[in-house]
């Protein structure tokens, strides 16, 4: 298994704003996956991050919007920019350990966009 | 396009009882299945995964099963209690391609006393 952590678990943002994500991982891993949850919604995937190479994006998410950094196998941070109301969900960072086919999730930053 | 649904949206039950919570795939060429449980504004705690070539797998009072002829899984839960209260998803995950996993919309539960 893997045991993530998010940084910070909430906060409250001013429009026009912007917010860096902490995901922290304990063990080192491959793949490393953004998520977003909106209220009363399933999970959407915004990229996936892999460690040495630019993040790959899913369809109707940008690097201006949501760049993403990947230092090493432990470690990384999601930011949404210039935030609007509609940015108001939780972020949640997942990983797929190495050998393993299951999928683990950090506990979410819940994130409210004034 | 893979799609996942999953039924019901929302369930109340009173403590004590088994429940059935299912989900329905659409493409049944896929790599595992996985079960997830989520409580409110929290991230998602991996409960069963279920490979593409296993019938079940159980842990504790659950027990998960797959068919994958007919697209659909299922969580049994033996003998509910409050502490079950959560959001229950499940995410497919197909052969090739990306391999990122499908999630459905997730059934909420609320087990009360």
């Known amino acids: 298994s893997a045991v993530i952590s998010q940084k910070p678990s909430r906060d409250i943002c001013q429009r026009g704003t912007s917010l860096t994500i902490q995901c922290q991982v304990d063990?080192?891993?491959?793949?490393m996956f953004w998520y977003r949850q909106q209220p009363g919604q399933s999970l959407t995937l915004i990229a996936t991050a892999n460690q040495g190479s630019e993040a790959t994006y899913e369809s109707g998410f940008v690097i201006d919007k949501f760049p993403i950094s990947r230092p090493n196998l432990t470690f990384s941070t999601l930011t949404v920019s210039n935030m609007s109301p509609e940015d108001s969900s939780i972020y949640l960072c997942s990983v797929e350990t190495s050998g393993s086919d299951e999928q683990f999730f950090g506990p979410g930053t819940r994130l409210t966009v004034l | 396009k893979q799609e996942v649904t999953q039924i019901p949206a929302a369930l109340s039950v009173p403590e004590g009882e088994n429940l059935v919570l299912n989900c329905s795939f659409t493409d049944s060429a896929i790599y595992n299945l996985q079960w997830f449980r989520q409580d409110p504004g929290k991230g998602l705690t991996s409960l069963l995964l279920i490979q593409s070539s296993q019938r079940e797998q159980t842990s504790g009072r659950l027990n998960a099963s797959l068919d994958k002829s007919s697209g659909r899984s299922t969580l049994y839960i033996a003998a509910s209690q409050p502490g079950d209260s959560a959001t229950y998803l499940c995410?497919?995950?197909?052969?090739?391609?990306?391999?990122?996993?499908?999630f459905g919309r997730g059934t909420s539960l609320i087990v009360h006393p």
């Open positions: 063990s080192q891993v491959t793949m």
């Open positions: 995410a497919v995950k197909p052969i090739g391609g990306s391999y990122i996993p499908t």
